[in-house]
């Protein structure tokens, strides 16, 4: 295992531990802040920590043991490096994690430095995050009119109840409370979804629950 620690030209820092496969990364490696490619760095760092063993020559290739030439120990065979060790995903995969990150309310710049690390290049993470949130933003907006439209009729619950009882010349204060309770509820999700209609951005947690 060979620490990798690796200083982009923009200055950003960022290090992760790797088997070598034959001398190399075996996979792309981006910088978590500008997308630059630091694969070539990477197997610089390699190379100056595992230097190339030396030829064996004719005289050592093999073993004389008693007059008995041994053969030279097998080379063994590489060890391939599963890229989901050091976190990484599929593209596919990757995308739905990006589209719960923004559903939850993750700032862009997080979502697209995940991106990144996951082998997308900064144009194609910037795009991708920016049609999710505007498409969060969207829903966001949709469920507030819903809200609005809920807490609407429950507002006219108290309204409603108030004529009725009149109109037998009795008022429940019990019943009348329990309307002014729901009317009181309706008034609160009113002003929730007149929130989430005018301010969207500040609506946290996942969308699809609101």
Request: net charge negative; charged share 15%; proline share 8%.
């Amino acid at each position: 295992m060979v620490a990798v620690k690796i200083e982009c030209g923009c200055g950003q820092h960022y290090a992760f531990d790797v088997e070598p496969v034959n001398g190399q990364i075996g996979f792309p490696v981006a910088c978590p802040t500008c997308g630059a490619d630091g694969t070539s760095v990477a197997n610089e760092i390699i190379a100056r920590s595992h230097p190339p063993a030396p030829a064996p020559s004719a005289a050592t290739g093999s073993l004389r043991i008693s007059g008995i030439a041994a053969p030279a120990p097998a080379t063994p065979p590489p060890i391939m490096v599963d890229p989901k060790a050091l976190g990484l995903v599929d593209r596919a995969t990757a995308e739905n994690e990006a589209r719960a990150k923004i559903s939850w309310g993750d700032a862009q710049e997080d979502v697209i430095k995940f991106l990144m690390l996951n082998g997308f290049t900064v144009p194609e993470a910037t795009a991708f995050v920016q049609n999710l949130y505007l498409e969060r933003l969207a829903t966001v907006r949709s469920n507030g009119i819903s809200k609005m439209l809920q807490g609407g009729g429950l507002m006219l619950v108290p309204v409603i109840a108030y004529f009725i009882f009149a109109h037998f010349g009795v008022i429940p204060i019990k019943l009348m409370g329990i309307a002014i309770a729901v009317g009181l509820f309706g008034a609160w999700l009113f002003l929730k979804g007149l929130l989430m209609l005018l301010a969207p951005k500040m609506e946290s947690g996942d969308v699809a629950d609101n």
